[in-house]
Every structure is written in structure tokens, then in C-alpha cells.
């Protein structure tokens, strides 16, 4: 029997797949606790305090630890650095300089840097998201109770087509 450990494979980094699953993990802890906090409710301080801390520490992760396990990752076990330059497939990056047919000379440190950005764009567009949906949480349970008039019977008053 063949046993395969998946987080051996080359490009496989624990602490980069951990940090980034726990820390999307955590923002999405927002949404049931929006579901069930009733809308207009105050905050206490107490709660205040930990919703900053929590809010502090995600974007810590999001944008602190995650970015950088990545970079750690790239740098010292796929060796992506200037040194190394990328040709593609079938050699259509391959530059001049090496006796290829393409203007530039690019390194895997530009893709490394490039998913950097992405990972960015993951977290700012789940945040932005989360936001917008904590701020419109009441919206859709005021438009559902929209009340109908009754009668002085409490009886609705419909008209009949």
C-alpha cells in the first residue's frame, strides 16, 4: 500500500495553508454572530474591547502573517528569487538575453510578489464584505415585516380585484 502525505508535496507549506484557512476562518466567524445579534443593540464595553481586539488580530493575520508565510515559503523551499528566471512553458518566456525570443527577463520573485497581492485582495474583499453584510443585517428582516392594515377586527383590509 502507497501512503501518500499530501502536505509533503513540493509547494506544500503548513504554516502558510494553516495561517491562511484559520485566519479566513476567523473573519467568517462574523457572519453567525450578525445572524444572531438583534439589530440596534448597544455594545457594552466589554464587548467593544474584544470585538476591537478580534478585529485587530484579523487584520494582523490577514495582512501581517499570511502575506508573509507566503514570501518565507516562495523564498526558502520553491527558491523563488531573482536568480531564478522563468521561461514558461514550451520556452515562450525565455528571454533574449538567453537566447530566447521575449523582451524581458522574468524572475518567479514577480509571481511570488503577485500572489502576495492576491492573498491581499482575498482578505480586503472578505472584510469589505463582511461589512457590508453586519450594516445591512437588519435591512432584509425590516422589509419582511412590513405590516399589512387591518380592520377594526384586526381582520387585513385587502382589496379585491
Known amino acids: ?3 501518500i502525505d499530501v502536505l509533503r508535496w513540493p509547494g506544500m507549506n503548513q504554516a502558510f495553508l494553516f495561517s ?7 473573519a467568517l466567524l462574523a457572519i453567525p454572530y ?5 439589530v440596534g443593540t448597544p455594545f457594552t464595553w466589554g464587548e467593544a474591547m474584544l470585538a476591537s481586539v478580534w478585529t485587530f488580530g484579523l487584520m494582523f493575520l490577514a495582512f501581517g502573517v499570511v502575506p508573509h508565510q507566503w514570501i518565507d ?4 523551499d520553491l527558491g523563488w528569487n531573482k536568480t531564478k528566471i522563468l521561461y514558461g512553458p514550451f520556452d515562450i518566456l525565455k528571454p533574449q538575453a538567453a537566447g530566447g525570443n521575449f523582451p524581458m527577463t522574468l524572475q518567479y ?5 503577485v500572489i502576495v497581492v492576491v492573498i491581499h485582495l482575498w482578505f480586503f474583499g472578505l472584510i469589505i464584505y463582511l461589512w457590508a453584510m453586519w450594516q445591512n443585517r437588519g435591512k432584509k428582516a425590516a422589509a419582511a415585516s412590513k405590516e399589512i392594515a387591518t380592520s377594526a377586527f384586526g381582520r387585513p383590509l385587502v382589496k379585491k380585484a
Open 73 to 76: 515559503h516562495a523564498d526558502k
Open 34 to 38: 450578525a445572524k444572531r445579534r438583534p
Open 20 to 26: 491562511f484557512i484559520v485566519t479566513t476562518l476567523l
Open 1 to 3: 500500500m502507497l501512503a
Open 109 to 113: 520573485e514577480a509571481i511570488r510578489d
